[in-house]
């Protein structure tokens, strides 16, 4: 059974930066996607960033920029997604999910497994 833990949310205030981190494990083959949506109140849960476990494959949502960084740690069974410039729009609960797929699926219906979430919180 996959078991996804997040860690690392909390507020802070607009333009700090954030590192979230997602403690894997029960991955039973290489061939699994990597992601970490959010949910803001009132809307959709959205892909914000994901990577392939094998590889360096990554994907990144519009909204993102270049302002968010995905990154893995294999041997320690960790994905992590490194956040700065943070504004309010940011403000959401964070989750890390997995699939066990050969490409980066974007839609939620797509993954399988799902940590608790972590929230965010941007402001001053």
């Known amino acids: 059974q996959v078991q996804l833990v997040e860690s690392g949310g909390g507020l802070v205030q607009p333009g700090g930066s954030l590192r979230l981190s997602c403690a894997v494990s029960?991955?039973?083959?290489?061939?699994?996607?990597m992601g970490w949506f959010r949910q803001a109140p009132g809307k959709e849960r959205v892909l914000a960033a994901a990577?392939?476990?094998?590889?360096?494959?990554?994907y990144y949502g519009a909204f993102v920029g270049r302002r968010f960084t995905i990154s893995k740690d294999n041997a320690k069974n960790m994905v992590s997604l490194e956040m700065n410039n943070l504004n309010a729009e940011d403000t959401a609960v964070y989750y890390c999910?997995?699939?066990?797929?050969?490409?980066?699926?974007?839609?939620?219906?797509?993954?399988?497994?799902w940590g608790q979430g972590t929230q965010v919180t941007v402001s001053f």
């Open positions: 999910a997995a699939v066990r797929s050969l490409y980066i699926p974007t839609q939620q219906d797509n993954y399988e497994y």
């Open positions: 029960g991955l039973t083959s290489d061939y699994y996607t």
């Open positions: 990577i392939k476990w094998q590889g360096i494959t990554t």
